[in-house]
């Protein structure tokens, strides 16, 4: 399923409950520690920031739904409603009916666009520059210096014979390098195989995203090609390791030729395996930030896949909702396997976490609205007492840093202390602490 | 009759000045954003103009414009089990996003709490489970957490104990109200200046039943207090199965009889039958055969009693009451009526407020519509019996749900019709199926809970001429330009219908 008319039937599901605003709507009696995070709360980062219907899942289903119809023309104005979502999915974790909402925004701005809107100026941009060969990157940066960061392991880069790669990204390659460092460390503390190959493209995640899908196929394609012949990619992004995952194979139609994980997982199924044992201790307090893509958007894709294969959902779905569950808690043994972490949970997690504010091209179009909602969420997670937010996405650590600036610059200017706002709260990549702890 | 005038500039012009820039949309998409065919209602017109008021005074600001202009006005926040309250007729006109106005307040003292439109179930949920959690928020049953608490209540729709003490509406000490014509006024004690809104019947005769159940096109109401009862928690579920549906509804009623006995502790009885649980689920991926809903302890039908209580002893006294009732039934009807064993997240999951309980139908096609009807109790087996045939004559599962009210004076009985609603001609073909049932229930005395405008009003009021033509008058008097929520309750009638107009009879 990728076009609209492909999901009109899923769209057709909608009876404007509008469940998709909350965060634990099914759950009532949720017991949280203060009044403010209990029971059920809003949980859309466009519908809290916006207000108006259109901005919430619940109303873009209806949009969806007259355009459909020929009852709603495209335009610039409607697709700039469309694109004021970071598609972290919380809305479908809610549904009921089993609604694709993420895909269904996701092919309403790519309806859109093919119907001749132009693509929002700031995604324009970004399309431009991964179509242009030379770039294969929205950073503008030169292909050629896309492993500039691997400085000093260069027999890393395209080692022949090995069937595990690590997939870098965009944003670890151009921007956050450390992130890549990191990684790669710890692949060699693990004594694992790999490489790094030189032909990476962006994985399109940010075009496909924002709906333009035809500079999507093309580096698809490419990527599938360069990495056909390897048995495991291994990722540190959140948005490539979702996009090769669940996107890859439904926008080709073909199953992945090769097993993927992200980092974190990776470390995760050695723990598992007993194959590791992590003896450093990190004595502080944590709260863990779940990243949309590779946490609930996979946990959801695990779910649908399962149902996908049931000629009884009634007695499989929760088998299925298990192994989505199963799913959301990797990350948590992971941390929990660190001696002297004191894991602090922040009221919104897992299925219904609390987005950064940062993807579905959000970032750079709507930044006001990053803003806003990465100040949401570090105020949730300052209300847990921790002095470490820790995440495991580019994209996160980013709009949670801005955030924090912004809290700190707006101490200096009124001299209010903002540390119930998260001022104080120092961002961890959990690869980095782990690159430490290994 | 009536030709309203379309939206213009200067009409939202002025909308800008009172709401603010910020609160006042004609944008296509945003007016599409708010659409809803399905669950409540299948009929909807596209508003030409959204505005969001913060209070009641803005709120009548807009209808004096509105009325200036001559341009409908639908008030909506949320209410009932989803949806949206939408125009039902052209031009759209002005629709009032009521979702602003969400100031509560609860007063324990006097076991009051006053809520705005805007007031959600969930949010109330929340707000209670932490400030007041001995005392119950009035939100309804089986709704979702989107849908408001004032939404309900003035809908006439379910409480948390409506087995017991009737609609939410019954439950209303007063209302704020502001007029199509733009006055504010209070109902009940709250019509004194600066009194509490203790005494429902207040200071002379009480209008409030002109405005509850009117669907916003009497007035508008921007406050509504409401009763709180207190919140037991010592509470459970037992259910009870049977073949036929008099197998469920006349030991209900028996049950339902002892009030000041064990029926004061069965806040909630309702039943249905399996489709009720097979149709929650994809029509091509869950087994359609009775035989598999058997081999897991599902009976064709079934009555669940949701108990509240003060202390386990209290619990176990009403549960063996229930208990006691089933077995001295069975014995003298001779029929077999097994109590089912329900896993405690049965008992949790139906003891969850607010819930989704009501929203996945839409996952047997691709589209579902509640029906609602009320009759006496006792009447209900009969109702049921001829739906299911029309359902299955029609083509539609048989999904049934009934529940009681008050005691089981009173029951509302309602159909879950699902449909693919991508199909061509389904509309047709669910007009079809609501027109012959609500001719031939009508003929036996059997009222429609919320009168669609195009069906359930004119078909209902084409016999009860003499109440439609007092409702007109009633009307007239309080909405001269019929602004507000044209449509509904076939006022104007030549908007929605082509029979004779009662009120020229």
Known sequence: MTSLEELRKINARCIHCRACQYAYSGEPDREGETEEYTGMLQGCPAGIYFGWEGYFNSGKQWMARAFLNGELPASQEFLEIAEACTTCGMCETQCPNYIDTVHVTEALRAAIIESGVEPLDKHKIFRDRVNDKTLRNPYNEAREERTKWLSEYQELIDKPDTKIAYYVGCTAAYRQQQIADHTASILRKLGIDFTIVSDEVCCGSPILRTGQREVFRNVMNENLETFKDYDLLLFSCAGCYKTFRNDYPEHSGQPLPFKVRHAVEFVYDLLDEGKIKIEKPYNKKVTWHDPCHSVRHVGIAIEKEILAKSDNWLLDSRAAEKAKEAHYELPRIVLNSIPGLDLKEMYRIKGDSFCCGAGGGVKAQFSDMALSTSKERLKEAASTGADILMTSCPFCVTNFNDGIKSLKKEEEATGVDLSDQGSKLVVVELLELLDELL | ?505
């Not at chain 2, 103009?49 to 639908?74: F, G, H, Y």
């Not at chain 2, 916003?216 to 037992?238: E, R």
């Open chain 2, 1 to 505: 009759m009536v030709e309203y005038n379309k939206v213009n500039d200067e009409l939202v012009k002025k909308l800008v000045a009172i709401c603010g820039e910020k609160y006042v949309t004609t944008s296509e998409p945003l007016r599409h954003s708010y659409m809803a065919r399905g669950i409540m209602g299948m009929e909807a017109e596209l508003p030409e103009v959204i505005v969001r008021p913060e209070n009641a005074e803005q709120v009548s600001k807009i209808l004096i414009a509105a009325n200036d202009n001559l341009s409908p006005v639908t008030p909506a926040a949320g209410g009932l089990s989803g949806g949206f309250a939408l125009p039902a007729i052209q031009p759209g006109g002005i629709y009032m996003d009521m979702t602003r106005m969400d100031k509560m307040t609860v007063d324990t003292e006097n076991r009051v709490m006053v809520v705005e439109p805007g007031v959600k179930s969930g949010d109330a949920w929340r707000i209670f489970k932490t400030k007041y959690p001995d005392w119950a928020p009035p939100i309804p049953d089986g709704a979702p957490p989107a849908a408001t608490v004032l939404g309900d209540a003035i809908e006439r729709g379910f409480s948390l104990v409506t087995g017991v003490y009737g609609p939410q509406a019954d439950m209303i000490m007063g209302l704020e109200v502001v007029l199509p014509t733009g006055e504010i006024f209070h109902t009940g004690s709250w019509a004194l200046p600066g009194a509490k809104p203790f005494y429902r019947w207040g200071v002379g005769p009480n209008p409030d039943g002109l405005f509850l159940g009117s669907q916003g096109s009497m007035g508008i109401i921007t406050k509504c207090a409401i009763k709180m009862i207190p919140h037991p928690h010592y509470k459970t579920v037992v259910a009870y199965g049977g073949d036929t549906w008099d197998d469920i509804v006349r030991p209900a009623w028996e049950i339902s009889k002892h009030e000041m006995g064990i029926a004061e502790n069965t806040v909630m009885v309702q039943g249905g039958n399996y489709e009720l649980v097979m149709t929650r689920w994809p029509e091509k991926n869950v087994p359609t055969d009775y035989d598999f809903y058997k081999k897991i302890g599902i009976d064709r039908k079934w009555m669940n009693y949701e108990v509240w209580a003060w202390s386990q002893e209290e619990l176990d006294f009403a549960l063996n009451g229930i208990d006691k009732i089933y077995k001295d039934y069975e014995v003298r009807e001779k029929r077999t009526l097994p109590q089912q064993t329900l896993h405690p997240k049965q008992i949790a999951s139906r003891l969850k407020k607010p819930n989704k309980i009501a929203v996945p139908y839409s996952l047997w096609q691709a589209g579902f519509l509640f029906i609602t009807w009320y009759c006496p109790w006792l009447e209900s087996s009969a109702m049921m019996e001829e739906y299911c045939a029309a359902m299955s004559d029609h083509g539609f599962p048989e999904t049934m749900w009934v529940a009681s009210i008050d005691h089981a004076r009173q029951a509302i009985v309602m159909p879950i019709l699902c449909f693919d609603s991508t199909e061509p001609g389904i509309m047709d073909r669910i007009r079809e199926f609501n027109l012959e049932t609500t001719r031939s229930f009508l003929k036996k005395g059997w009222i429609n809970y919320r009168p669609d405008p195009f069906v359930h009003a004119p078909e209902t009021f084409s016999q009860a001429k003499e109440y439609y033509k007092m409702l007109v008058k009633f009307r007239k008097v309080l909405d001269p330009n019929l602004i507000l929520h044209p449509g509904r309750l076939a006022i104007p009638w030549d908007s929605v219908s082509d029979l004779p107009d009662p009120s020229k009879e």
